[in-house]
T-cell receptor
Framework: SQQGEEDPQALSIQEGENATMNCSYK?????LQWYRQNSGRGLVHLIL?????REKHSGRLRVTLDTSKKSSSLLITASRAADTASYFC????????????FGAGTRLAVHP | GAGVSQSPSNKVTEKGKDVELRCDPI?????LYWYRQRLGQGLEFLIY????????KSGLPSDRFSAERTGESVSTLTIQRTQQEDSAVYLC????????????????FGEGSRLTVL
């Protein structure tokens, strides 16, 4: 079973609106990462948040992490049509495990 | 090269044939991962190489799947006797930092190899 699961599965918004995607996971993590994928090919790393961090910003991206609820959210502010893509959260389990486990992703469509 | 390179980008094969997919990681990256992504789905972990340590093969779906890595360079993923359910995009990623203290850092992905089994 997958460690991380995103919600919603699909999101459709207008340009200028904010987009929020959520990720829940099952076991203790070392860090959590968000990736973006265009057109079903290679993924691009967006942001990494460690288990001892609660919030991180990068440009129009804001990520929060709540380890007590085992959840994270990715907020994209002032969305653009170019933000249309699939977004995945990925977790690194604590305890010396190094493999990155991905969720099923959220498909975001931003309409002009 | 500047990024992770995968070949072939597309492969169409007949059921029962063997296929070999290649990944050239970023120079100096000690960790290398293979994932499988079926259409419209998330990434399924297959195998992970870290330096000279024994690879983590826990995600390989059957003994028809195998992977090798030469030192800290090229890796090949081999699928024997392909089946239609093997059709997917196979993604390779590499990482510079992968250690117990900090956990896995940012992964750099290739563009993937799209495999179609007829």
């Amino acid at each position: 079973s997958q460690q991380g699961e995103e919600d919603p599965q699909a999101l459709s918004i207008q340009e200028g609106e904010n987009a929020t995607m959520n990720c829940s996971y099952k076991t203790s993590i070392n860090n959590l990462q968000w990736y973006r994928q265009n057109s079903g090919r290679g993924l691009v790393h967006l942001i990494l948040i460690r288990s001892n961090e609660r919030e991180k910003h990068s440009g129009r991206l804001r990520v929060t992490l709540d380890t007590s609820k085992k959840s994270s959210s990715l907020l994209i502010t002032a969305s653009r049509a170019a933000d249309t893509a699939s977004y995945f959260c990925a977790t690194v389990l604590s305890g010396g495990y190094n493999k990155l486990i991905f969720g099923a992703g959220t498909r975001l469509a931003v309409h002009p | 090269g500047a990024g992770v390179s995968q070949s072939p980008s597309n492969k169409v094969t007949e059921k029962g044939k063997d296929v070999e997919l290649r990944c050239d990681p970023i120079s100096g990256h000690t960790a290398l991962y293979w994932y499988r992504q079926r259409l419209g789905q998330g990434l399924e972990f297959l195998i992970y190489f870290q330096g000279n340590s024994a690879p983590d093969k826990s995600g390989l779906p059957s003994d028809r799947f195998s992977a090798e890595r030469t030192g800290e360079s090229v890796s090949t993923l081999t699928i024997q006797r392909t089946q239609q359910e093997d059709s997917a995009v196979y993604l390779c990623a590499s990482s510079f930092r992968s250690g117990r203290a900090g956990g896995t850092g940012e992964l750099f992905f290739g563009e993937g190899s799209r495999l179609t089994v007829l």
